[in-house]
């Protein structure tokens, strides 16, 4: 139990608030680098760059806020009651675990179409030598879109799970036993 969270704690910790800051910064960064990109310039593959820049960085943002808020939440569930952990995520509370599938899927989605439009540049027309450095970055494009495609299939075919567990909390080294909602047939599940 050493592990746990103090109640006197009046702060997340500052790895937290660190990866908040940098993300933050990052974002603010690539914002400006965009707009600074977008407006001096007239060729159209440095425009389309300015713009994923500037759209990228304020995605970054508005992720290290939103990671921000979700943070101090679970942080304040944990210092209000560091003996029981399961009271830490709804999920583990209601003993109602759902598939994480769809909305990583999305991010996948959301990742995989960024870095692909900040690869256009090279797909419209890069030169010199340093072709052969750059064409690294469309070719790992590819694959994220092949990756993404691929998840999303499998999720559409499989569908949404969710775990609904018989007791809660679940316990280290116990026995878990529950049922799986699919919507589709998993085939035969092996009882462990």
Partial sequence: MADLLPVSD???????RLAWF???AMGLLFASLGVRILFGT??????IAGSVFTVAGLGMLGFSGWLRRTG?????????DP??????RQAWLSGRIESDARRDNVTLWVFTVLWNLMSLPV???????AIFFAWIFPAVGLVLAFVVVR????A???GASTLIMQSVPGVLGGRLQGEVHATSALGEVETL
Wanted: no cysteine; glycine share 8%.
């Fill in 10 to 16: 009046p702060a997340p910790p500052s790895g937290d």
């Fill in 22 to 24: 940098v993300l933050g």
């Fill in 42 to 47: 007239d060729a159209l593959a440095d425009r």
């Fill in 72 to 80: 101090l939440e679970r942080y304040e569930l944990r210092r209000r």
């Fill in 83 to 88: 003996a029981r952990p399961w009271h830490w």
């Fill in 123 to 129: 797909w419209l027309g890069m030169a010199g030598a």
């Fill in 151 to 154: 998840a999303s299939l499998r």
């Fill in 156 to 158: 559409r075919h499989y």
